[in-house]
């Protein structure tokens, strides 16, 4: 996701002519509006060429779509049925995932591309399926499917190995809602024995592992970084109240804590896992955005930033962030226009070394589709970068 949250900023920063080179600028705030009662995500590719999402058809039916600048918005059709939706896409844009219908009606999970067109990817031996996530390469497709006993089971897909259930955590049923930029992490949630939802990450050397809670019943994950070593998300504490939690397998689950009230959400993470964004309560139970850092803890980005806020206006959640921690997209009120809206906040800081010289020569990452100058670690995600041809940054 990081890698798609990425690029909507670049595209959005580029249509509204702001320069996104640097690492420390005056820190701006962009209002984008709004598209009408029936908007839906919409999931862009790493390199930002290939928007995919779903709209309504002429017939009336919801069907996925992939749009490019040269092509326009294609039409990606179903699986025989009459609707579909695009929830996923690799970082060309080349591969696409989500479900669509069968001639007997029943969603199915599907991968795209241009020359096979849409692909069944099968159940569990149920009726149903649904693909949520998908790697970097487009190799590794991740969701749910029903088996046999029509219970939910989050599974991981690639071509040699068909889709595989990955289990639940004692329960009957799991979903998998994000996977690492090279396939080998997945996460999502899955029952226990006592029928409570527990965020889950796996591994094929260590299987569906237990990330607990915060003392309560119920955790999902809303987030991971790039190489999979950071999940972030919510988990209710003894007092029955969510409250947002950064993982990691040293440091275990850990509570954000929330900004005076009682309850947080972590919804995204930056690339090396550092930074976390998200939304939490203050003392008076309204909403709020939220950055924390393990220096500075949680902020309230309506105190950090009130100088770029309009009287009356107000950040309520933050939903992602780049893989710098630079940008920060979100929903909030802006009382100039007396309407929720979404915007875009460059915090005119990069946290992460981005590197200064934008005329070194860099190589666009396979991975999370960022730049970096070392041709062995990406400086972002830790992992080896090749396969991609070297640029120029800054340049044609």
């Not at 990606?76 to 939706?85: A, K, P, R, V, Y």
């Not at 040699?160 to 329960?171: A, F, N």
């Not at 550092?274 to 850092?293: H, I, L």
């Not at 100039?336 to 010289?357: P, S, W, Y």
């Amino acid at each position: 996701m990081l890698r798609e949250i990425y690029s909507l900023i670049r595209a959005l920063l580029r249509a509204s002519g702001v320069e996104t080179k640097g690492s420390s600028e005056q820190a701006t705030l962009t209002w984008l509006g709004t598209l009408g009662d029936d908007d839906q995500t919409l999931i862009i590719s790493a390199d930002g060429s290939v928007v995919v999402g779903w709209a309504e058809s002429a017939d009336g039916h919801q069907r996925a779509f992939r749009w490019t600048a040269d092509g326009g918005m294609e039409d990606l059709g179903t699986l025989g049925g009459f609707q579909s939706e695009a929830h996923g896409v690799s970082a060309d844009g080349s591969v696409v995932v989500g479900w669509a219908d069968n001639a007997a009606g029943n969603p199915r999970a599907f991968r795209w591309t241009a020359a096979t067109g849409m692909i069944d990817l099968g159940t569990l031996g149920g009726w149903e399926s649904n693909a949520w996530g998908v790697s970097a390469d487009g190799s590794v497709v991740v969701g749910w499917a029903k088996n046999a006993d029509g219970h939910q089971r989050a599974f991981r897909w690639t071509a040699d190995g068909g889709m595989e259930d990955l289990g639940t955590l004692g329960g009957d049923c799991s979903l998998a809602t994000g996977v690492s930029a090279d396939g080998s992490v997945v996460v999502g949630w899955a029952k226990n024995v006592k029928g409570d939802k527990h965020a889950f990450r796996w591994t094929a050397d260590g299987g569906i592992e237990d990330l607990g809670t915060l003392g309560g019943r119920e955790s999902t994950p809303e987030g991971i970084s790039a190489d999979g070593s950071v999940v972030v998300g919510w988990a209710e504490n003894a007092a029955g109240n969510p409250r947002a939690f950064r993982w990691t397998a040293d440091g275990g689950m850990e509570a954000l804590g929330t900004l005076g009230g009682d309850c947080s959400l972590a919804t995204g993470v930056s690339a090396d896992g550092s930074v976390v964004v998200g939304w939490a309560e203050n003392a008076e139970g309204d909403e709020r955005a939220f950055r924390w850092t393990s220096e500075g803890g949680m902020e309230d980005l309506n105190i950090t930033y009130a100088s770029l806020l309009t009287p009356g206006s107000y950040l309520g959640q933050a939903i992602a962030i780049s893989p710098d921690g630079r940008y920060i997209v979100g929903f909030g009120w802006n009382a100039a226009k007396k309407c929720d809206e979404a915007f875009l906040l460059d915090t005119g800081i990069v946290l992460i070394d981005q590197r200064e010289h934008d005329t070194r020569v860099s190589i666009k990452c396979r991975w999370c589709g960022m730049d970096t100058e070392d041709s062995t670690i990406c400086v972002w995600c830790k992992r080896d970068p090749s396969g991609m041809q070297p640029h120029k940054r800054g340049g044609s």
